[in-house]
């Protein structure tokens, strides 16, 4: 079942469970408290694993239509989906059967972006030039917003929850919650905008550009650091829970197959230094710190999923993807480590024994 090779076999991290479905996995998500692990494919299929049971739940069969993100509410409540058919599916989750509560968008615009806010259940998503958010209070669409420059590229929330953040041609927008009608903040771009993210304490914002630059804004410092060389634009941004010994959360950086971890330094003339990782052998498909560690991961399409000791080190690599890997995602309490395949492989690692919480899942289930 297991095709996995360690580069240190006594890490931390061992093989737990594996199933699969039957197309690209395009998007996984923990819900906040770790007890479900949701999933979605290319072919439009989404599943949820309940962790601790034997119980697989399939929300939605193939439809042909990819359904490429999804997103759990910040309370657990809802689970949300969008994808080619130009619909977002929200369900209640919380209950013996989940339930289909609302189907909000249209036909026109494929739905590649989403993000709930962290604080309300308020879920914004794209469509086309527009984000419109959704509000689980009125089950109704509270506002939509016009990025107007380009189809909106990424979206994001301030950790405040009060702060939307839109990303796309010529730079990023930031509207506020508390008054969406009133004009937003504009950080201004020489490029587009491809990828948005807030530090966790919502000091910094960073912006991964298609001009092969990183740009990082201190939040009412009007001078941002512009980061530059990269080889490729720059697809991936995501910050750590912890702080680095120079006090500030890292921020990790994916563009083609290199990544880069950036640490604030003391002297504001030096900025932000980077190391590099350098490990896989194609393109990096996605990022991400376990919570509340600097323990760092990576998943490549050369089949590669690497775990990075301090964001420095490399302790382990699985190979357990033969076409690649697509996504990852590491859950809420950091147990477990879940990444999708390009070939549909939905694989999970924990400091566990394998077989423990979980049942099996397949293009069938």
Same mark, same amino acid.
């Given at each position: 079942?297991?095709?996995?090779?360690? #580069?240190? !076999?006594?890490?931390?991290?061992? !093989?737990?469970? &594996?199933?699969?479905?039957?197309?690209?996995?395009?998007?996984?998500?923990?819900?906040?408290?770790?007890?479900?692990?949701?999933?979605?494919?290319?072919?439009?299929?989404?599943?949820?694993?309940?962790?601790?049971?034997?119980?697989?739940?399939? @929300?939605?069969?193939?439809?042909?239509?990819?359904?490429?993100?999804?997103?759990?509410?910040? %309370?657990?409540?809802?689970?949300?989906?969008?994808?080619?058919?130009?619909?977002?599916?929200?369900?209640?989750? &919380?209950?013996?059967?989940?339930? @289909?509560?609302?189907?909000?968008?249209?036909?026109?615009?494929?739905? %590649?972006?989403?993000?709930?806010?962290?604080?309300?259940?308020?879920?914004? *998503?794209? $469509?086309?030039?527009?984000?419109?958010?959704?509000?689980?209070?009125?089950?109704?669409?509270?506002?939509?917003?016009?990025?107007?420059?380009?189809?909106?590229?990424?979206?994001?929330?301030?950790?405040?929850?009060?702060? $939307?953040?839109?990303?796309?041609?010529?730079?990023?927008?930031?509207?506020?919650?508390? %008054?969406?009608?009133?004009?937003?903040?504009?950080?201004?771009?020489?490029?587009?905008?491809?990828?948005?993210?807030?530090?966790?304490?919502?000091?910094?914002?960073?912006?991964?550009?298609? %001009?092969?630059?990183?740009?990082?804004?201190?939040?009412?410092?009007? +001078?941002?650091?512009?980061?530059?060389?990269?080889?490729?634009?720059?697809?991936?941004?995501?910050?750590?829970?912890? @702080?680095?010994?120079?006090?500030?959360?890292?921020?990790?950086?994916?563009?083609?197959?290199?990544?880069?971890?950036?640490?604030?330094?003391?002297?504001?003339?030096?900025?932000?230094?980077?190391?590099?990782?350098?490990?896989?052998?194609?393109?990096?498909?996605?990022?991400?710190?376990?919570?509340?560690?600097?323990?760092?991961?990576?998943?490549?399409?050369?089949?590669?999923?690497?775990?990075?000791?301090?964001? #420095?080190?490399?302790? &382990?690599? *699985?190979?357990?993807?033969?076409?690649?890997?697509?996504? @990852?995602?590491? +859950?809420?309490?950091?147990?477990?480590?879940?990444?999708?395949?390009?070939?549909?492989?939905?694989?999970?690692?924990?400091?566990?024994?394998?077989?423990?919480? *979980?049942?099996?899942?397949?293009?069938?289930?």
């Amino acid at each position: 079942m297991f095709r996995v090779k360690a #580069k240190n !076999p006594g890490g931390d991290f061992q !093989p737990h469970w &594996q199933g699969t479905l039957s197309d690209y996995v395009t998007a996984i998500a923990w819900s906040p408290k770790g007890q479900i692990l949701a999933a979605s494919s290319a072919a439009g299929e989404v599943t949820m694993l309940i962790v601790g049971t034997s119980q697989t739940t399939l @929300l939605q069969s193939a439809t042909g239509q990819a359904a490429d993100c999804l997103s759990f509410s910040h %309370d657990g409540q809802f689970l949300a989906v969008g994808g080619q058919n130009g619909q977002v599916k929200i369900w209640h989750v &919380q209950s013996e059967s989940p339930e @289909l509560i609302a189907t909000v968008g249209n036909s026109r615009d494929w739905i %590649d972006r989403m993000a709930w806010s962290p604080k309300r259940n308020q879920l914004a *998503f794209s $469509l086309g030039r527009y984000v419109q958010v959704w509000d689980s209070a009125t089950n109704d669409i509270a506002t939509t917003l016009n990025f107007d420059t380009s189809s909106v590229l990424d979206i994001g929330w301030h950790p405040d929850g009060n702060r $939307l953040t839109i990303g796309g041609y010529q730079g990023i927008k930031i509207w506020t919650a508390d %008054d969406w009608d009133d004009d937003p903040y504009l950080l201004t771009l020489d490029s587009a905008s491809v990828a948005v993210a807030w530090s966790p304490d919502g000091k910094y914002i960073a912006s991964g550009n298609l %001009d092969r630059t990183i740009t990082v804004l201190e939040w009412e410092n009007p +001078h941002p650091w512009v980061m530059r060389g990269f080889p490729g634009k720059v697809r991936h941004l995501c910050w750590s829970s912890s @702080l680095a010994k120079t006090g500030s959360p890292l921020l990790a950086s994916a563009s083609a197959e290199g990544i880069v971890i950036w640490e604030k330094q003391a002297d504001e003339l030096v900025g932000w230094e980077g190391r590099v990782l350098d490990q896989h052998e194609a393109v990096v498909e996605s990022i991400q710190f376990q919570p509340n560690t600097l323990l760092f991961a990576s998943a490549a399409a050369d089949g590669s999923v690497c775990l990075w000791d301090k964001a #420095k080190r490399l302790t &382990q690599i *699985f190979n357990s993807a033969p076409k690649g890997f697509s996504c @990852l995602c590491w +859950h809420p309490q950091g147990k477990y480590l879940a990444a999708g395949g390009q070939n549909g492989e939905l694989i999970v690692w924990s400091k566990e024994m394998r077989g423990q919480g *979980f049942g099996r899942v397949s293009s069938s289930a």
